[in-house]
């Protein structure tokens, strides 16, 4: 009964083409008398021609055509980045510029604002460069700078036209937003 | 000019139509017995093809040139039969065992005998046997290949195979007497 166990498994490494010589030899011999592993041994075979010779299935012409329809109905292959994804992408740079162009454009606001406060004060006593640190350091007292500026006439015609340019800036943006040429929602 | 799986996938990721309309015509076949003797319908069968090639295609840009497309392919091909067994419901799962009974009659191809209930016992197998079952007998894969495609230690494909056909042949046995 145990030699048959050890049968047993040589009949599993012949299914696999996995036997020695010396064991397809000591396969035989077993298998010449024993007639269990015999019929073990043709059932196993009969198991596996059964299973090599099912037939390969045709799944039908049409199938290529929905499959194919499906794909090329949407986005190519080579755009592995979704519209959803393109669209972050645009938001991201749009946004990172618009607060970079707001950094920047304060920036040279501040420093022409600076220099031509400093012609609004007359504050001779101190020197342009001063005058730009003294507005960006002490600018937050606006009641006092723009009692300067009022005083000043091309100080205010400056400030009012920074406040319109800012006005219609803001306005352009907003247009284009719903106009939506800069971001289609749609698409997302 | 012939080209291999491989050069039509690359052709493929390059936006060729026709390459892959070629791979699909390839491998259609094979992809469709897989499922079908897996999932044991062909309705199943047929929307598991469907979303393995539509999958493929999503991934295309993934594929490696310097690796074989087959494995890659069978992969993909085994995940989503899982997923669709996986997906149903356990009545179901009793609704497809009796429909294997009486006989799919969308697969209109005459089998012997033997062939008829080797098919039945096959969907009898337990699922992880099942697959290693028809991967080396059905589809002639090497060991080593199935331990790829399933991502499994090679021992452990050996020993689902084994059992697998084991229990086959009892099934089979049964059935003679």
Excluded at chain 2, 34 to 59: H, M, P
């Amino acid at each position: 009964m145990n030699e048959c166990m050890n049968i047993y498994e040589l009949i599993q490494k012949e299914l696999d083409g996995e036997l020695t010589t010396k064991e397809m030899e000591l396969l035989d011999k077993h298998c010449s008398h024993c007639f269990a592993c015999q019929e073990l041994r043709q059932d196993f075979f009969q198991t596996i021609y059964g299973l090599n010779n099912l037939p390969e299935l045709d799944p039908g012409e049409a199938l290529i055509e929905t499959i194919m329809n499906t794909i090329y109905s949407k986005s190519p292959a080579q755009k592995n980045i979704s519209s959803k994804g393109l669209t972050g992408i645009v938001a991201g740079l749009v946004l990172f510029c618009s607060s970079g162009i707001f950094l920047l454009g304060s920036v040279i606001i501040s420093l022409i604002a600076g220099g031509l406060l400093y012609l609004g004060y007359e504050n001779f006593s101190l020197g342009f460069i001063e005058n730009i640190i003294y507005w960006l350091t002490y600018g937050y007292n606006l009641l006092s700078v723009f009692k300067h500026v009022f005083n000043n006439p091309y100080s205010s015609i400056f400030l009012v036209t920074v406040l319109l340019l800012s006005m219609v800036s803001f306005t352009i943006l907003v247009m284009l937003l719903y106009s939506r040429r800069i971001i289609n929602y749609e698409k997302v | 000019m012939v080209f291999t799986d491989e050069q039509l996938a690359i052709k493929s990721q390059q936006g060729d139509k026709q390459a892959f309309e070629e791979l699909i015509k390839r491998y259609q076949k094979p992809v469709f017995t897989i499922c079908y003797r897996y999932l044991g319908n062909s309705q199943d069968a047929l929307d598991a093809v469907q979303e393995t090639f539509i999958r493929i295609y999503n991934k295309l840009a993934l594929f490696d040139a310097n690796n074989t497309f087959r494995p890659w392919l069978y992969k993909i091909t085994v995940n989503i039969a899982k997923d669709f067994i996986k997906k149903r419901k356990p009545w179901e799962e009793l609704d497809f065992s009796l429909k294997s009974e009486l006989g799919d009659p969308q697969a209109n191809i005459e089998l012997t005998q033997v062939q008829e209930q080797i098919k039945k016992a096959l969907l009898k197998l337990p699922e992880k046997y099942r697959m290693a079952v028809i991967l080396r007998h059905i589809k002639e894969l090497e060991y080593q290949e199935i331990a790829n495609v399933l991502n499994l230690p090679l021992n452990t494909v050996k020993t689902h195979v084994r059992r697998g056909r084991d229990i086959l042949r009892i099934q089979l046995k049964e059935v003679e007497l």
